[in-house]
């Protein structure tokens, strides 16, 4: 038996995995990198889902993800990194807003 990409409640979120990236910087850069209509993509099917999400990260303790649940976890982070640029702005980028390649996260 071979493990999954997520686990099962969420496996129809394994199309997305790709926005499972471990770092801040990683997810912005992917969030800059992106399309609207992809981030809003991603949005739309993470979105509805987070109350389920959530409870079952809860199961777990921080330092002690299997695998499959930390890339779930990861995805949680690309939903908030990726929010704003939905909500707020309709566009990946905040234009005229500071270049957020000077941005260094403390904690990655």
């Known amino acids: 038996m071979t493990e999954s990409d997520l686990p099962e409640p969420f496996r129809d979120l394994e199309r997305f995995l790709a926005w499972s990236l471990p770092t801040e910087r990683e997810r912005s850069a992917k969030r800059q990198a992106s399309d609207i209509i992809a981030l809003k993509e991603f949005y739309a099917a993470m979105l509805p889902r987070m109350d389920d999400v959530l409870g079952y990260l809860s199961k777990y303790e921080l330092d ?11 995805l949680t982070y690309a939903l908030a990194e990726i929010a704003p640029a939905v909500e707020n702005f309709d566009q990946a980028n905040v234009i005229n807003g500071y270049d957020v390649a000077r941005f260094i996260a403390v904690h990655e």
């Not at 002690?64 to 930390?70: C, K, M």
């Open 64 to 74: 002690d993800f299997p695998n499959d649940v930390e890339r779930l976890l990861h």
